[in-house]
C-alpha cells in the first residue's frame, strides 16, 4: 500500500497555464507538507496543514494556493505558472510521534 | 550562507568501504537530526533519527551529532552498491506537529562493485 500517493507523477505545461497536483495519505497522519526540490537537490518547505488547518506558510508566491478538503488530502494549485516553478514537488506528513513520510514526487516541468 | 551546509559530491566509492558523509550547521537551536536517503525519481526515506549530542547505531549505518562544533556524521559500513542514493541531512527545532525540517542540499553517493 502506498502511505503518501501523489498525482500525476509527471506534469509538463506551458507558462501562464494554471495546474494542480494532488497528494493522498492513508497513515492517519494529523500534519501534511509541501516540499519543492530544485534542480541541486535542495529540499524547502513550502507549507503544512495540521488537520486542514494552514500552520506553515514560507515565503511562496501567492500564485500557489494549497488547499486541504480533508486531513487526509493536500492539494496544491498553481496558477500563472512560470519557468522557475519547474522542480520536484513532494508531499509529505507526519504525526507528532512519526518522522516524516515523502510521497514519490511530481516532477514539474514548464517549457 | 545557507543554515544548512552539505558538500554535494558526487562520492564515488568501492564496494565495501566506509563512507562518511558530514553536515554542519549555523542555527545552535536545532535539536533534532536526520538522515534522509533518497533514490533517484523517489521521495526521501528516513534512515536515522537522533536527538541532541551522540551517538546512534543501525546495522551498517551510524550517526554522530557534535553540538559543540554545529557538526553531524553519518558513517556507512561496508558499503554496497544499493547503498548508491543522494543522502540528505536535515534537522529540526522540535518534534511536534507543525515543526519544519531545515535540510541540507545531499550528497551523491555511488557504491562502485
Known amino acids: 500500500d502506498t502511505a503518501v500517493s501523489q498525482t500525476p507523477k509527471y506534469l509538463v505545461t506551458q507558462m501562464g497555464n494554471d495546474k494542480s497536483i494532488k497528494c493522498e495519505q492513508n497513515l492517519g497522519h494529523d500534519t501534511m507538507y509541501w516540499y519543492k526540490q530544485d534542480s541541486k537537490k535542495f529540499l524547502k518547505i513550502m507549507f503544512s496543514y495540521n488537520n486542514k488547518e494552514l500552520i506553515i506558510n514560507e515565503t511562496v508566491p501567492n500564485r500557489f494556493s494549497p488547499k486541504s478538503p480533508d486531513k487526509a488530502h493536500l492539494n496544491l494549485h498553481i496558477n500563472s505558472l512560470e519557468l522557475g516553478d519547474s522542480a520536484v514537488y513532494f508531499c509529505?506528513?507526519?504525526?507528532?510521534?512519526?518522522?516524516?513520510?515523502f510521497g514519490n514526487g511530481t516532477r514539474l516541468t514548464v517549457t | 550562507q545557507k543554515e544548512v551546509e552539505q558538500d554535494p559530491g558526487p562520492l564515488s566509492v568501492p564496494e565495501g568501504a566506509i563512507v562518511s558523509l558530514n553536515c554542519t550547521y549555523s542555527n545552535s537551536a536545532f535539536q533534532y537530526f536526520m538522515w534522509y536517503r533518497q533514490y533517484s525519481r523517489k521521495g526521501p526515506e528516513l534512515l536515522m533519527y537522533?536527538?541532541?549530542?551522540g551517538n546512534k547505531e543501525d546495522g551498517r549505518f551510524t550517526a554522530q551529532v557534535d553540538k559543540s562544533s554545529k557538526y553531524i556524521s553519518l558513517f556507512i559500513r561496508d558499503s554496497q552498491p544499493s547503498d548508491s542514493a543522494t543522502y540528505l541531512c536535515?534537522?529540526?527545532?522540535?518534534?511536534?506537529?507543525?515543526?519544519?525540517?531545515?535540510f541540507g542540499t545531499g550528497t551523491q553517493l555511488k557504491v562502485e562493485l
Open positions: 537522533t536527538y541532541s549530542s
Open positions: 509529505a506528513s507526519r504525526d507528532v510521534n512519526s518522522p516524516l513520510h
Open positions: 536535515a534537522m529540526s527545532f522540535n518534534t511536534g506537529g507543525g515543526n519544519k525540517l531545515t
